[in-house]
């Protein structure tokens, strides 16, 4: 299918924005907002960006891919990906103004760009669906727990551990202490996911909210379909794992008929390789065509 790619720019408040229009020529009624997470160069997971923007628009989606304020090609001071509520808007408002008979958007973001596409879905009435791929719900609790059970464990069955042990190599001092560190982030009493509350209370989520809360609290009031897609050797994915198995309200919601979820147990935090590159695209082609 003929596909038109034209830059677009934007404002933001008193910002630029930059952003690529993807418009294929017989485009299906629900488009793509791709939101780009963490500062990267622009080879790695930001290319995967393009080749399945490229990819979903052959097939008839919409696709927009923008940079928010102080990311990338737009203006702006350097910020939080937790504070791009106005970004996300203006993307949207947009990507309506230069598409054709859009009927819905769905935000597409990996990573920190997950958490910043649920804080903002549940506000806007014109996003019909998330797909989110290995969220950012760190916390220093979260995040000791998940090493100590998925690295330090694991390493303890690795033979190059127990050869440099057996050789003399071993730095027990150094290891020790950072044993210690992680067993005192686990243990430290003052760090909390914050207060929750139910959706009932609140009509906006508080941002002060810590990450994994504040994540859950948004999609709860999101009642519209959501993917996860989750990485087998990712850190981040399994603490967003531990996250969801360790709060009730996390498993219920994962329970609902509009939450999916699809495990690539090989792949790595950005899905590098072509071929998971390739799984990621076709696993989100699939599940726009079910939404539309």
């Known amino acids: 299918m003929k596909t038109i790619e034209t830059p677009l720019i934007f404002s933001c408040q008193s910002d630029s924005l930059v952003g690529m229009l993807h418009q294929p020529e017989k485009p299906l009624g629900i488009g793509v907002l791709i939101v780009v997470g963490g500062p990267q160069y622009r080879v790695g997971s930001h290319r995967q960006f393009i080749l399945l923007a490229r990819m979903l628009a052959d097939n008839g989606v919409p696709i927009l891919r923008f940079d928010y304020r102080g990311m990338g090609d737009s203006q702006g001071s350097v910020r939080s990906f937790s504070n791009v509520d106005a970004d996300i808007q203006a993307a949207v408002d947009i990507f309506y103004k230069n598409s054709l008979n859009l009927g819905g958007v769905v935000i597409w973001g990996l990573c920190d760009a997950a958490s910043a596409a649920s804080f903002y879905a549940y506000q806007d009435e014109r996003i019909k669906g998330l797909v989110l791929l290995n969220p950012w719900v760190f916390t220093e ?40 560190l992680l067993l005192e982030n686990i243990l430290e009493p003052s760090l909390k996911y914050g207060k929750s509350r139910d959706s009932e209370e609140i009509a906006l989520v508080d941002s002060n909210l810590s990450l994994p809360v504040r994540f859950r609290e948004c999609l709860q009031r999101f009642d519209c379909p959501v993917l996860f897609v989750l990485s087998g050797r990712d850190l981040a994915a399994d603490e967003f794992r531990e996250v969801v198995k360790s709060d009730e309200k996390w498993l219920k919601l994962f329970e609902s008929t509009d939450v999916s979820e699809v495990e690539l147990a090989e792949a790595d935090h950005t899905f590098s390789s072509q071929k998971w590159c390739e799984e990621v695209s076709q696993l989100t082609l699939q599940w726009l065509r079910q939404l539309h």
């Not at 000791?144 to 440099?164: C, G, I, S």
């Open 141 to 180: 609790q979260g995040a000791a727990k998940t090493y100590l059970k998925h690295y330090y464990l694991q390493r303890l069955l690795n033979p190059d551990l127990w050869r440099k042990v057996f050789t003399f190599q071993f730095n027990y001092r150094q290891s020790l202490s950072s044993l210690v």
